[in-house]
C-alpha cells in the first residue's frame, strides 16, 4: 500500500509561481512512475507531468516550458514547479503513483486569477 498526500495549493494570481508537493509512505520501494494529474470543474481529468524512476520528464503540451515535475528519492516526495501560472491552470492537482497498482492522493486546489 501506498499513501500520498499533496500540499502547497492555493489561490493566486495569473503570472505567478507555485510549488506542489506530494509525500509518498509506505511501500514506497515499488512505485515507478509518479505522475500530476488535474481536473478543472466541468472537465475530465487531464494528466499534467510525468516523470519515471530514472528521471525522464514528460508534459502536457500546455504547461511545456511553465511547469516542471521532480522527485526527490530520499524523501519520498514528488514536487510539481508551476510558473507563469494562467487562469486556465486552475483546476485541482491530483498526484498518482504506480506500483503493481495505481494510487491517488486528495488532491490540491490551485486557484489562478485574471
Known amino acids: 500500500q501506498v499513501q500520498l498526500v499533496e500540499s502547497g495549493g492555493g489561490l493566486l494570481q495569473a503570472g505567478g509561481p507555485l510549488r506542489l508537493s506530494c509525500a509518498a509512505s509506505?511501500?514506497?520501494?515499488?512505485?515507478?512512475?509518479m505522475r500530476w494529474y488535474r481536473q478543472a470543474p466541468g472537465k475530465q481529468r487531464e494528466l499534467v507531468a510525468t516523470?519515471?524512476?530514472?528521471?525522464?520528464?514528460n508534459y502536457v503540451d500546455s504547461v511545456k516550458g511553465r511547469f516542471t515535475i521532480s522527485r526527490d528519492h530520499a524523501k519520498n516526495i514528488a514536487y510539481l514547479q508551476m510558473n507563469s501560472l494562467k487562469p486556465e491552470d486552475t483546476a485541482v492537482y491530483y498526484c498518482?503513483?504506480?506500483?503493481?497498482?495505481?494510487?491517488w492522493g486528495q488532491g490540491t486546489q490551485v486557484t489562478v486569477s485574471s
Open positions: 498518482y503513483a504506480r506500483t503493481s497498482t495505481t494510487y
Open positions: 509506505g511501500s514506497t520501494f515499488w512505485i515507478n512512475a
Open positions: 516523470v519515471t524512476t530514472s528521471g525522464t520528464a
